[in-house]
């Protein structure tokens, strides 16, 4: 469940930065268009109407939501620093703007390759704009509470209890423990169904009192969910 949450976001930010890359275009051909035809010592020659670039669409849109995936742009964290953002982005708008211009080679389509060069810095500022946007939503109290972590327990009893006294007492206002399962006594098959009913997205495993198989099955259902499991136990109990 929380992996397909995962998914349908990662969808909705790819189709968010194809739209912008759509308006990029649009924007871009829209500044040279009304470009006056001397501006201090360039000389800029009449481009065709913006109907004559619309075909480009049917590569711009599925394309560059590949490549920014094919970068990682998509696997960063919320929080990753202004720079990695930049930089996988202007990755991304360069070899978008140089798979254009090579098809446009290719079909050997006489189409001002200006407008191209300006829709990859154009649509490096909107991308990059929306993506400063989303990282003040995220700080907000509102995206504070949306990021807050909701953990379940996971261990033999005692190991739980203790960890959440040792949470509480650590006062992590963004860590919320919404349960605690002893894996020794219950199948990894409840903790699938608690995880579904809880919405958590993170589990922290202590392996103290906990044979190593039970450990095993417990992270590979926290990967099937994908779920973050951390692991907190220095050595495994193993029979």
């Not at 649509?123 to 704009?129: I, K, N, Q, Y």
């Not at 400063?132 to 996971?154: H, T």
């Not at 906990?210 to 193993?238: N, Q, R």
Request: charged share 25%; net charge neutral.
């Amino acid at each position: 469940m929380l992996r397909r949450d995962r998914q349908l976001r990662t969808q909705i930010y790819q189709l968010k930065d194809a739209a912008l890359f759509a308006l990029g275009l649009w924007l871009a051909h829209w500044l040279r268009f009304h470009t006056p035809e001397e501006l201090f010592l360039w000389r800029f020659e009449a481009i065709a109407p913006f109907d004559k670039f619309v075909w480009l669409y049917l590569i711009i849109i599925p394309g560059v939501p590949l490549v920014l995936e094919s970068l990682g742009f998509y696997q960063r964290p919320i929080f990753a620093s202004r720079r990695e953002t930049a930089w996988q982005l202007f990755k991304g708008c360069v070899l978008a703007t140089v798979g254009v211009i090579l098809v446009m080679f290719l079909f050997k389509t006489e189409l001002a390759r200006g407008v191209i060069v300006l829709f990859g810095f154009v649509s490096f500022g909107l991308v990059f704009l929306t993506e400063e946007l989303l990282r003040l939503a995220y700080k907000s109290r509102f995206g504070e509470l949306q990021l807050r972590k909701r953990v379940i327990l996971v261990g033999a009893r005692e190991d739980t209890g203790r960890m959440r006294e040792d949470l509480r007492h650590r006062e992590m206002e963004n860590m919320e423990v919404l349960a605690e399962f002893d894996v020794n006594e219950t199948s990894t098959t409840e903790l699938v169904r608690l995880l579904h009913e809880t919405s958590a997205n993170y589990v922290i495993i202590n392996a103290k009192h906990t044979y190593f198989g039970k450990v095993e099955k417990a992270i590979h259902a926290c990967e099937i969910e994908g779920v973050e499991a951390w692991l907190v136990a220095d050595f495994f109990k193993t029979h």
